[in-house]
């Protein structure tokens, strides 16, 4: 599955789409790529003279990842988007840099209507530098729309 596929099936848009490609999905497993550059806009801040990709973006990617599973095996899911409900058990093994590849391994543990269990880890050259155990929440598009997070009047533009 190429970019454009994962777009189709992801509502992420750059700069927070953090998968490049599908390279399997078998059954209730998916492998997914994150190919790290130096161009990520978390770089700029994290950290300015060691670039380190975040422990929660890693998440995100592996929620990602997660999300495109369970796109394809319920088609009830479809107009519906992810949410991440709870992380498990989560490690971090090894600082993840530009240039290195995520492979991304996730397996489904548990779908029912509205609630996905999901498990995996990523690796970079076939060392693991993070896992967990993902929880995350099928919502209607209309009822995400109409809980938008409130921004205080002295915030807004």
Same mark, same amino acid.
């Given at each position: #599955?190429? $970019?454009?596929?994962?777009?189709? /099936?992801?509502?992420?848009?750059?700069?927070?789409?953090?998968?490049?490609?599908?390279?399997? @999905?078998?059954?209730?497993? +998916?492998?997914?790529?994150?190919?790290?550059? %130096?161009?990520?806009?978390?770089? $700029?801040?994290?950290?300015?003279?060691?670039?380190?990709?975040?422990?929660?973006? @890693? @998440?995100?990617? #592996?929620? &990602? $990842?997660?999300?495109?599973?369970?796109? !394809?095996?319920?088609?009830?899911? =479809?107009? !519906?988007?992810?949410?991440?409900?709870?992380?498990?058990?989560? !490690?971090?093994?090894?600082?993840?840099?530009?240039?290195? &590849?995520?492979?991304?391994? *996730?397996?489904?543990? =548990?779908?029912? /209507? /509205?609630?996905? !269990? +999901?498990?995996?880890?990523?690796?970079?050259?076939?060392? $693991?530098? %993070?896992?967990?155990?993902? #929880?995350?929440?099928?919502?209607? =598009?209309?009822?995400?729309?109409? &809980?938008?997070?409130?921004?205080?009047?002295? &915030? *807004?533009?």
């Amino acid at each position: #599955m190429d $970019v454009q596929e994962i777009r189709e /099936t992801l509502p992420h848009r750059y700069p927070m789409l953090l998968v490049d490609r599908i390279l399997d @999905i078998t059954g209730d497993s +998916i492998v997914g790529i994150k190919n790290v550059t %130096a161009n990520e806009p978390y770089f $700029v801040g994290h950290f300015p003279n060691f670039l380190v990709m975040p422990g929660v973006l @890693i @998440i995100e990617a #592996m929620a &990602q $990842v997660s999300g495109i599973l369970v796109a !394809k095996l319920a088609p009830h899911t =479809r107009g !519906k988007i992810m949410f991440l409900a709870s992380i498990e058990e989560a !490690k971090f093994r090894k600082p993840v840099v530009p240039g290195d &590849q995520l492979r991304i391994e *996730m397996k489904l543990i =548990r779908l029912k /209507t /509205t609630v996905a !269990k +999901i498990k995996g880890e990523a690796t970079v050259d076939g060392q $693991v530098v %993070a896992e967990a155990g993902l #929880m995350c929440k099928l919502t209607d =598009r209309a009822s995400e729309s109409a &809980q938008a997070v409130e921004v205080p009047e002295h &915030q *807004m533009a």
